[in-house]
């Protein structure tokens, strides 16, 4: 992999916002240059050491299914990309902190709802299901286990929150209470569409798609439009569909892989709150992380 970008630092243009993984500028005030840098997020907290190569293996994942559920493909929704290229919104000396690695986009008002669809039972969906037999709301047939495959996919809304803070899973009602009824329902419906036919491409790949988030916005007009990054594995659950087995774990191309070392970290004696600071990810981790997420690339596009 090429250089690694921790931190983009262009002065060409005016910093918005920096967020989990992604930097981003304004262009204008109607759009906004993003840049996937190489960070990588865990529990909702940034970890010291970058993935080499990690924000470009994103940008042209994400650019893949962009194109695949975009306008350009099956047309399910609006989406965020401009077409033009984002090294053009640069200085010269600054086009190797965006070539490969970001996106030019429209500038949307973002909504305050992360749209989490799951068609499998994993990870905090799981530990809920355990506790009461459903997830957010939504009860479940009895007798699941880890890793099932649920009857139907299922829409399972998150409340976005600030850097550093978690998410919080919420209902389909207080999603409407929050937007409205109409939007929300769209989105419900937007997002559980967007995911059948993901997981329908992916399957063919050898690669499960367990659960993913999607992000929306509208723009001057009101149209909803998908933005951020969508299907990758920084906001999907990957598995190859080769060792997929009920009832367990199953290995993952995402950073679960991160996820299951921090769980086992011990910080000055006691395992790691999941608060920062982050404790020192071990290179064989990252080299791990690394290649999983160019495994995953690489199966999703040959």
Known sequence: MSSTVHTSALTSLPLLARGKVRDNYAVGDDRI?????????AFDVI????????????TQMALFWFEKIGPAGLNLCPIHLTG?????????????QVKDRSMLVKRLKPLPVEAVVRGYLAGSGWKEYQNNGAVCGVKLPAGLKNASKLPEPIYTPAAKAAVGDHD???TFEQTADMIGLDLASRIRAISIAIYRAASEIALRKGIIIADTKFEFGLDTDGTLTLMDEVLTPDSSRFWPQESYQEGTNPPSYDKQFVRDWLEQAIVD????????PAPR??????????????????????
């Open 281 to 302: 990810v071990p290179d064989a981790v990252i080299a791990k992380t690394a290649a999983k997420y160019q495994e995953a690339l690489e199966r999703l596009t040959r």
């Open 168 to 170: 919080e899973n919420i």
């Open 84 to 96: 033009e290229a984002p090294e053009s919104v640069v200085q010269p000396d600054e086009v190797a």
């Open 33 to 41: 240059l993003m840049v996937a840098s190489d960070r990588l997020s």
């Open 47 to 58: 970890m010291g050491e970058p993935i080499p190569g990690k924000g470009k293996l994103l």
């Open 269 to 276: 004696g006691k395992p790691w709150s999941k608060t920062p």
